[in-house]
């Protein structure tokens, strides 16, 4: 006999927890190439220099000059960003995503400029330690300040 009404909810509800909280408990929560991007666009439209550079392996040659430009970006504007994935492709075990990145910046001072960039970005990602990282970028040039005149 199958489960029926309020028993039915109760134990899919059962079920789902029986999911979720293994993975929960042991930090063993998926991770993707599309999750990490996503977790990035959030913590710098959000103006979180720190968390938006989680995401990039602090191995990177040019890790250090990325995030002074993602710091200056997100001290000077107010960042709307979007990454869009065009197309992935498997390299060893490096996952090199073409992608088209938008960003909205508007200054934080009264009346100062508001710009708009869009670049396509070639992004190479490794599973480091369970997470996806940004290895690699074909262009930083995305993140530079707004010049103000």
Same mark, same amino acid.
């Given at each position: ?11 899919? @509800?059962?079920?789902? $927890?029986?999911?979720? $909280? ?57 960042? $709307? ?15 090199? $995503? ?49 010049? @103000?005149?």
């Amino acid at each position: 006999m199958r489960p029926t009404g309020p028993n039915r909810f109760v134990i899919f @509800i059962l079920m789902a $927890l029986a999911a979720i $909280l293994p993975q929960a408990a042991f930090g063993m929560a998926d991770d993707t190439p599309y999750a990490a991007l996503a977790r990035f666009a959030t913590a710098l439209s959000k103006g979180d220099s720190a968390a938006a550079m989680v995401v990039f392996d602090p191995g990177m040659k040019t890790y250090g000059a990325l995030e002074s430009g993602v710091q200056a970006l997100t001290a000077q504007a107010d960042v $709307l960003c979007s990454i869009e994935i065009l197309q992935e492709k498997a390299s060893g075990s490096d996952m090199v $995503l073409d992608t088209d990145w938008y960003l909205q910046l508007q200054t934080k001072t009264d009346g100062g400029p508001s710009e708009r960039r869009r670049e396509r970005v070639s992004v190479t990602m490794r599973l480091i330690s369970g997470s996806w990282r940004i290895i690699s970028l074909s262009s930083a040039a995305i993140f530079a300040p707004i010049n @103000i005149r």
